[in-house]
């Protein structure tokens, strides 16, 4: 998973912010400290044997977005942006960008497929004593469980 979770964030460096939001900060962990805004895979659930002869698991990755609350409103306002379902800033089309074409292995080759499934818990959210302005993005991944 761990591969996986690099992998998401390397894609999520791929969005533009509107003009004045800064760049986006990525992490395929949880960070002790973060530069928002900043996007970082989670915790994870993980399915095993969901095909005979471990051909099959199934992950579900929260990932979390964090946009500093210097103006509350551009903050929301940004990730509105980060959280649209397409657009140049869209963590959703950045993301499953890296699917790949189709019949080909997602995330260069780390799974199967996998799909950014919706997004959850718009709020304040604290980080190592900071507050911020984000939400959760729910990934489904599904991949070989042989490897």
């Known amino acids: 998973m761990a591969a996986i979770r690099d992998a998401i964030a390397d894609a999520a460096r791929a969005v533009v912010l ?30 095993f044997d969901k095909a005979m002869g471990r051909s099959l698991d199934e992950a579900e990755l929260t990932c979390r977005v964090l946009v500093g609350r210097a103006d509350d ?6 990730l509105d942006a980060l959280l649209a379902g397409s657009g140049p800033a869209s963590l959703k089309a950045a993301i499953e960008a890296a699917r790949g074409a189709p019949g080909d292995y997602a995330l260069g080759g780390l799974a199967h497929d996998f799909h950014v499934t919706r997004v959850q818990g718009y709020r304040w959210y604290e980080h190592q004593g900071t507050q911020y302005v984000g939400a959760e993005l729910i990934i489904r991944i599904i991949g070989d469980g042989r490897s």
């Open 73 to 78: 409103v551009s903050a929301q306002r940004t």
């Open 18 to 47: 509107p003009a004045g939001a800064g760049k986006l900060t990525c992490s395929g962990f949880t960070p002790d400290s973060v530069v928002a805004p900043h996007f970082f895979a989670g915790e994870y659930t993980l399915e």
